[in-house]
């Protein structure tokens, strides 16, 4: 549970008053109310990290889903929104969490954003006594920064309990979370609500719920726990065949007069059809010469079969001391043929970059070759260098 007021004492240190709970609490400084993080003490063992800045707070748990023996990280935000244009340092400080926690863990933003939702409804009760601008420039800030983060708004619903006051019949059919106390001037709003990664937090499963005598409700949401697989947008477009690729653009035809739609489709068709879609494991084996494979079949297919295998048309029942020795010559043959072959890579590396006037290490030689000098002999020829090199 977030608390975004959780109590009067302006210090960094309060009293505790949940025995059974354990209590996170945070004072941001003069001019804000304490918040905390609330835990049962039954789930302590799965908390994991607690962060504090400004007027943010994130809480890392590692819990274990019904059914799995799956560990799932989830992380949960808590934010008490300023007022005026300070919101946009609340936003801030939000921001710098959200980049200090884990990348692949379950985010949740649950917070009082003093951001009113209501207004933006159809359904608005209070529509004829505001005005026609009320609270647009603040809804806009928050939408764009939950579309910069990828978060969706899930606004809760009412199921019947009321704050016992005026307001009782508005509270009835509208998602409000906050109504206006003693001489406190306004109508009631919607400020309460979470915003979190599509599929985490259940549709519909947001819940207003008043209780003790105060100006805010009780919002509480069911999450659906999960592990989150990191998908990063391809920064690089890689060619499968680049001579393929160039004799199909040069095929295309091309008229002043096409929509730039159908260019940019042509493009994307002739990206998705020539781009090398291997992984990097699959590129390192297909560099590897093959003999080099051979050796490292031969190597898993007895490390496989035990210790008594020694190779093909071997007895499987075969003396385990001879196994083990033939495997440790099977790596010894492998790892000099990958230094020799490491050593032909970087020798034809050298003699491309000679031929082509580049330099041999940027981190050593910030300038190009002009001349080379061998046996008191100056040449200036590029074709010569690489024979010189490889003297």
């Given at each position: 549970m977030f608390l975004p007021e959780c109590d009067g004492h302006s210090s960094t240190e309060a009293p505790t008053i949940f025995p059974y709970h354990s209590y996170y609490r945070h004072w941001p400084g003069v001019g804000s109310r304490p918040m905390a993080f609330l835990i049962h003490k039954?789930?302590?063992?799965?908390?994991?990290?607690?962060?504090?800045?400004?007027?943010?707070?994130?809480?890392?748990?590692?819990?274990?889903?019904?059914?799995?023996n799956d560990i799932c990280t989830c992380a949960v935000f808590g934010l008490h929104g300023a007022h005026g244009d300070d919101l946009v340092d609340?936003?801030?400080?939000?921001?710098?969490?959200?980049?200090?926690?884990?990348?692949?863990?379950?985010?949740?933003?649950?917070?009082?954003?003093?951001?009113?939702?209501?207004?933006?409804?159809?359904?608005?009760?209070f529509v004829d006594g505001r005005l026609p601008a009320d609270g647009i420039e603040r809804r806009t800030l928050l939408n764009s920064w939950l579309d910069a983060h990828r978060r969706v708004i899930e606004t809760p619903l009412s199921f019947g309990t009321l704050p016992g006051c005026d307001w009782d019949e508005a509270c009835l059919a509208n998602p409000i979370t906050r109504v206006p106390t003693g001489d406190q001037p306004?109508?009631?709003?919607?400020?309460?609500?979470?915003?979190?990664s599509p599929g985490f937090i259940q549709v519909g499963s947001g819940e207003i719920v008043w209780g003790a005598p105060a100006d805010h409700a009780l919002v509480s949401y069911t999450c659906t726990l999960g592990h989150v697989r990191s998908q990063r947008p391809k920064r690089s477009w890689i060619c499968s065949d680049a001579d393929s690729c160039i004799n199909?653009?040069?095929?295309?035809?091309?008229?002043?007069?096409?929509?730039?739609g159908d260019i940019s489709n042509l493009l994307l068709t002739t990206q998705e059809y020539f781009h090398d879609s291997r992984t990097c494991k699959q590129k390192r084996r297909d560099r590897m010469p093959v003999t080099l494979r051979d050796l490292y079949t031969v190597l898993a297919r007895s490390s496989a079969c035990g210790d008594g295998f020694l190779g093909e048309g071997d007895d499987p029942r075969?003396?385990?001391?001879?196994?083990?020795?033939?495997?440790?010559?099977?790596?010894k043959e492998i790892w000099a043929q990958r230094k020799k072959g490491g050593a032909d890579m970087r020798l034809q590396a050298?003699?491309?970059?000679?031929?082509?006037?580049?330099?041999?290490?940027?981190?050593?030689?910030l300038h190009?070759?002009?001349?080379?000098?061998?046996?008191?002999?100056?040449?200036?020829?590029?074709?010569?260098?690489?024979?010189?090199?490889?003297?």
């Open positions: 039954s789930l302590q063992g799965c908390v994991r990290k607690v962060m504090w800045h400004g007027r943010a707070g994130g809480l890392v748990l590692s819990l274990k889903p019904h059914n799995s609340s936003l801030h400080d939000a921001s710098y969490l959200f980049h200090c926690l884990p990348r692949h863990a379950h985010k949740c933003i649950i917070a009082d954003f003093n951001v009113d939702l209501l207004p933006s409804m159809a359904s608005d009760p306004g109508f009631p709003s919607c400020l309460d609500y979470a915003a979190s199909f653009l040069r095929r295309c035809t091309l008229t002043p007069d096409m929509d730039l075969g003396d385990p001391s001879a196994a083990i020795q033939h495997r440790n010559a099977l790596r050298n003699t491309a970059n000679i031929q082509r006037g580049r330099v041999l290490q940027k981190s050593k030689k190009a070759i002009s001349g080379m000098r061998s046996d008191c002999n100056l040449s200036f020829d590029h074709s010569e260098w690489a024979a010189i090199v490889r003297h």
